[in-house]
């Protein structure tokens, strides 16, 4: 397996896997094109002879030492193999050289698999979003301090 920075070349790869895996909430090929190429932000994909296995997109802003976990995704046939971990590591080693006190994102308060893998790497809940999506589902911010 072999950790990378994605280009724009991934793109086409990258919206098929938002598609593939998850059933909501993705983003679609315009945003994800512009987090590539025009965005404050960085992307990782996990390669496994040429295929990617999973990926990750943490958001950077200037004015405050928080990185925003945009994005962090594993293909269903590579999970529980460690890459969302080594995907997040990397990203949480990167806001420590960008100066950032603390990591954050955004779930869904029903995500059964994702809220305790965060919360084994360290990650809070700080706050609950009634009605955060566009269905109205509920969201928890988590924040991991560095």
């Not at 072999?2 to 895996?21: M, N, Q, S």
């Not at 802003?61 to 890459?83: M, N, P, Q």
């Not at 806001?95 to 994102?105: H, P, Q």
């Not at 779930?107 to 893998?117: E, I, W």
Request: hydrophobic content about 40%.
């Amino acid at each position: 397996m072999k950790l990378r920075k994605a280009t724009i070349g991934d793109l086409d790869t990258l919206t098929h896997l938002e598609d593939v895996v998850f059933d909501q909430y993705r983003y679609t090929r315009s945003q994800l094109k512009h987090l590539l190429t025009r965005a404050k932000a960085t992307t990782y994909v996990m390669e496994d002879g040429g295929e990617i296995a999973g990926w990750a997109i943490m958001l950077w802003k200037k004015s405050v030492k928080v990185g925003r976990l945009y994005s962090l995704g594993v293909r269903a046939d590579y999970r529980r193999r460690g890459i969302a971990n080594e995907l997040l590591g990397r990203l949480e080693k990167d806001a420590k050289a960008r100066g950032c006190d603390r990591v954050s994102l955004e779930t869904q308060a029903s995500n059964a698999d994702g809220r305790p893998f965060y919360s084994k790497r360290g990650y809070t809940v700080v706050e609950t979003m009634q009605g955060y999506f566009v269905d109205g589902a509920d969201a928890v911010r988590m924040m991991k301090w560095l």
